[in-house]
């Protein structure tokens, strides 16, 4: 994949602007290839292909109602004051086949979802009769074909039923359910290696000590890509350059993403092993957070170098790894957050040239940026309603803008 | 918990209206007791209690960006003209305690997340140094506590972190992490056990034959379970009253859908076996589709009867179901669907004093309702954009109103 791209390599000094690194990211991307699913795990997964009927749902004529089977012109001039009597010869019970045919004058007890017994071209709906047991009186005509459901009503054979690229929803693995279709083809999920090094790091359920801290990353990215529909494996390392080297060029991910030791310092080696094992087709993009953002490619697995800082890796993920990671799954890269648009309660100000993520709690119906300092830690998003993205052409937003906010949580609570 | 209802029971000729059927599904609900799960695990739940940090975050002073720890001072006057030597007396590292002190003319190399060192009291950027090595030069100033972030910046000890109720984002999980709070105490999943009887019905994965048809379903509502945050748990009957008695009557659930046997015909006994087994509260309510729907309660477990015919139990499950998962598992109750204002392409006709569910097509940004004839088919809902939802206070709107559509599928596609 590395060789169908344009995009020259840049050195942190040389940086990319957004658009040109999500472009880097997503440079010839397309869904993974399928996989089988059963029917019952379908739904939330994207198919990999059309599915076109081999039967007709249903596959017989069925009573759409509770009442009897019979020859509509049996009944025609039926009233309360004219009742037709009506001889009851059987009945049809879902799943079975009757034995009974309606012939002239007679008819067939039947509840919804039964077939239709032979002879008989409609139900009289039992609201329309009286008596019970053997023999009962039509109180009503009913017209030729009334609360019969045709032969592939529901889904008839040759039907076109669900394309390709479609993210299947309960009623759709219903409907595949409904015609047989099992397994069903979907995209496979895209498998994404979270790798987070640091000798300061400790696992996900220690306590901080000293001067070492818990890993907040790769809890923080696993429940990222699974919301993206990719499987996260966590890698956590310590700062060990060969052990960065064997995790980022093992085999068997479609993803990687490291959080950490991204920047140009001299701790920072994964930019460099990423150029010396593939190729760092971006480092260093033109916005804030998340400037030591990197994109590459080892192997056919696309990397994205995320900042270890929570705030720029939550970013970074947002702008560049979640596109690709749904982007593989068949998904849309489109940001999975809802947006509302609402004026700004003071001005959020930004550099021209810079595109800023700037985090924004919503109060009073006033989208308040939250203050500057402290803005890499990462209650300053656990803190914030959502987020604005303000573009690299302006130089901030004044108070009053409508502005977009991107809601961290479903509608804002709004 | 049937003793705390007002709503009295209703046989299926006292129908009830939507909200009162609402108001008795969600009669003295509150969410599930707590369980604990891994930190790891966590995104996505509901947090049961309130947490508060019992650690700083971080527990030292740390450096923001890669550069040398410094005595303020010693940088005052520093420019490119004059530069001002210090000597490196050692570096801090991440994770480590640095063993150097920071004297007068002296400095330690450091690099981001790194411990501040003793005597240190800013951090000057590498940028503004010259030199390496033993022996540096300072070519700017640097005022005390530039890039150094203080104790407990992100996370002070007896900080109030999350709220109960908290649906636990991405972040949410990395800052309990961070502070090392494991494992999280979280809202149970309610155990919703599915109930699909019928002769006719073959499992999911089976080819449709004669008069059977394949449960459509069952994978139908356990993914609308999953999407809820329920834990579905299928169980599929015969027509046979002592199994459908026993799947009513067996604790280790928390809500009981049944789908299908939920009319007044003969075949429909579940209503009948509610009432026996507990209380059935509602019986028949006044919308379209879904009539059938009942709502009761049997040894603390809430039923809902879905009616059989897959749409209308879609439709009978968003209105009733849906809302009673949600709530016991602690979230919103409120439709998970976006919502879209378009106007109408064709006026759509209801009756007053019923509820419509109209399922419908947004084309060139106009909403076209689905044709009535085979609305009760499942492709009807897999072909629909979302549905429209017409009060019982009215006859249905005219060509051109603007309605509020809930898209089945993100935004409608728009």
């Not at 090094?197 to 890993?215: A, F, Q, R, Y």
């Not at 957070?289 to 056919?300: D, E, F, K, R, V």
């Not at 979640?322 to 809802?338: A, D, E, F, I």
Request: aromatic share 4%; net charge negative.
């Amino acid at each position: 994949m590395s060789g169908t791209t344009d995009i020259r390599m840049k050195g942190f000094r040389d940086r990319s602007t957004v658009s040109e690194a999500l472009e880097a990211a997503l440079d010839g991307i397309a869904p993974l290839p399928a996989e089988s699913v059963s029917v019952t795990t379908a739904a939330g997964r994207v198919l990999a292909h059309d599915v076109v009927s081999t039967v007709n749902v249903p596959a017989f004529r069925r009573s759409m109602m509770d009442g009897y089977a019979v020859r509509a012109e049996d009944t025609y001039g039926a009233t309360d004051y004219n009742p037709i009597p009506l001889k009851v010869v059987g009945s049809s019970m879902p799943g079975t086949v009757p034995d009974e045919r309606v012939t002239h004058g007679s008819c067939v007890m039947i509840v919804t979802g039964a077939p239709i017994p032979e002879g008989a071209d409609a139900v009289l709906m039992v609201e329309n009769t009286s008596g019970s047991g053997t023999h009962i009186e039509a109180t009503a005509p009913v017209p030729v074909g009334r609360n019969v459901g045709r032969v592939g009503e529901d889904v008839a054979s040759d039907d076109a039923v669900l394309a390709s690229g479609r993210f299947l929803l309960p009623q759709d693995v219903g409907l595949l359910s409904s015609i047989g279709h099992d397994p069903v083809e979907v995209v496979r999920r895209p498998i994404v290696r979270i790798i987070v090094s640091g000798d300061e790091l400790l696992p996900p359920g220690s306590s901080p000590v000293d001067t070492k801290i818990v890993d907040s990353n790769s809890p923080m990215l696993a429940a990222l890509v699974d919301r993206d529909g990719g499987i996260p494996e966590i890698v956590r390392l310590p700062d060990n350059e060969g052990a960065m080297e064997e995790a980022l060029a093992r085999p068997g991910s479609d993803v990687i993403v490291t959080a950490g030791a991204a920047s140009v310092g001299s701790e920072d080696r994964v930019p460099v092993l990423v150029d010396r094992l593939g190729s760092l087709v971006v480092h260093g993009i033109t916005m804030r957070p998340s400037a030591p953002t990197g994109i590459g490619l080892i192997n056919g697995s696309r990397i994205i170098i995320l900042p270890g800082n929570p705030v720029s890796c939550l970013a970074a993920y947002d702008f560049f790894a979640g596109p690709v990671v749904r982007s593989l799954g068949g998904r849309s890269p489109k940001w999975p957050y809802l947006t509302i648009e609402l004026p700004l309660a003071r001005r959020i100000t930004s550099q021209i040239g810079r595109t800023d993520y700037a985090r924004v709690i919503i109060e009073d119906g006033l989208v308040d940026p939250v203050a500057i300092s402290g803005s890499s830690v990462l209650s300053s998003v656990t803190g914030a309603s959502g987020f604005v993205v303000i573009p690299s052409a302006l130089e901030g937003y004044p108070e009053g803008t409508e502005v977009t906010v991107h809601c961290y949580h479903g509608d804002c609570g709004l």
